[in-house]
């Protein structure tokens, strides 16, 4: 502040002597200094290519993704290999004007699903490979489970056993369907604790019944067989038990083996529902020769014909429900197997009659086929059909890893109808 006080008492002097017009020394000219320069705006970096051009974008993300898939390849990551490979595709196909819409998208996309293909023969040829495709839970061993909780089951009401009777009396079925306990208490358990489990089987089924009555109807077999997948997997194509079945009839390797079905590193053709239907009408026929009585073909089904045989030999009992009444002859799955079925069959033949909804069987599965000579990756069919990689893989639920065989000469790869052209 004094400092400041001082400097006004002297402007005050300097004005005060110029108006009294003496002529004092010379005043030193004071220049103020220049105004600070005006700091110049940034400049702007140029836009970068990509960003002008969403079709190099897209290229560059791709490119990202199938680095990233490289390095984990190599520290042994193959899962996550797996998934940034499938993304570095997949943002192609899921683009607005798809992978084929320009040049440039065309040729990185054919070179980089060779690209993948090469690295997944690579790591096939070193026995490590992609993972396999997923499978899912098979609902035998969790209806099995709960068979095992009726050691003392309830006699079953008297109206289920009349709605049965009804049933039965209307509609002739032919397996024999026996009106006992065992029998009347699984419908009861259908219609209750399982309802939802029985429903959505008959829902997925309904694509496949169609096919599987008409292999069963040629092969001069009773049509209520058609229902055994009901059980065994709920109609999934890719579905595998505790024990490693798989398929919609749940077949084991060496008995499908037997039956001319080929597992591979490639291929599980128990997964295949075609395939597998035309083993099991095989199947049953030489397991029902075997025994001539359907309730024991049934038992063997499950447990297997050599038990069942020696249970009968030892026994001297040759009809199932006395052969099943102890503990003795039968494993305990195996004494509940066959009533599990033929409850399932007596609902599925009349639905509505237990409260259910009927099969939709007016849409049975349908499919274009097309013979590749050469290994081809599952991804580069879908972009050629314009069809997700889902369905191509939900047609082909034989195919194990996301290519036809490697070693085929020629293979036949199922696709949505009316996509060949494509």
Request: charged fraction near 25%; include cysteine; charge should be negative.
């Amino acid at each position: 502040m004094v400092r400041a006080s001082r400097v006004r008492w002297l402007g005050s002097l300097i004005l005060f002597c110029g108006a009294c017009g003496g002529r004092g020394p010379a005043q030193p000219t004071v220049t103020p200094p220049p105004p600070p320069a005006a700091k110049a705006a940034p400049t702007a970096p140029p836009p970068s290519s990509t960003a002008l051009d969403p079709v190099a974008a897209l290229i560059a993300t791709s490119e990202r993704h199938y680095a990233t898939g490289q390095r984990e390849l190599a520290d042994g990551h193959l899962d996550q290999a797996r998934r940034e490979f499938d993304l570095s595709v997949s943002i192609l196909l899921e683009s607005a004007s798809g992978a084929r819409a320009d040049a440039r998208l065309r040729d990185h996309f054919d070179r980089l699903v060779d690209r993948i293909s090469a690295q997944e023969a690579s790591a096939l040829a070193e026995g490590d490979g992609f993972s396999e495709g997923p499978s899912e839970p098979a609902p035998i061993d969790e209806l099995l489970a709960i068979a095992s909780t009726f050691d003392s089951p309830s006699a079953p009401a008297a109206e289920t056993a009349a709605a049965v009777r009804a049933d039965l009396a209307l509609a002739e079925h032919d397996i024999p369907i026996p009106l006992n306990d065992r029998v009347l208490n699984y419908i009861e358990l259908f219609q209750g604790r399982l309802r939802g489990h029985i429903q959505s089987g008959m829902d997925r089924g309904a694509q496949y019944l169609p096919m599987i009555q008409q292999v069963f109807k040629a092969e001069g077999l009773p049509l209520d067989l058609a229902y055994i997948p009901l059980i065994e997997s709920a109609f999934k194509p890719v579905a595998e038990s505790q024990k490693r079945a798989r398929g919609v009839w749940q077949f084991m390797r060496a008995t499908s083996e037997e039956r001319g079905l080929e597992t591979n590193w490639f291929v599980d053709e128990r997964s295949d529902p075609e395939k597998s239907t035309k083993a099991a009408a095989d199947y049953l026929k030489w397991l029902y020769k075997q025994f001539g009585d359907w309730h024991l073909a049934l038992a063997s089904y499950n447990g297997g014909p050599g038990r069942v045989q020696r249970a009968v030999e030892r026994s001297g009992i040759d009809d199932f429900w006395r052969l099943s009444e102890g503990k003795r002859h039968l494993p305990r799955e195996t004494r509940e197997y066959v009533p599990l079925i033929l409850a399932a069959m007596v609902i599925a033949r009349n639905p509505t009659q237990y409260g259910f909804t009927p099969m939709a069987t007016d849409k049975p599965l349908a499919y274009d086929s097309v013979t590749v000579t050469r290994a081809v990756d599952l991804r580069r069919i879908a972009e050629w059909t314009d069809t997700p990689l889902e369905s191509i893989q939900a047609l082909n639920p034989e195919l194990r890893r996301w290519t036809t065989p490697v070693r085929a000469d020629r293979y036949d790869v199922k696709v949505p109808i009316g996509t060949l052209t494509s």
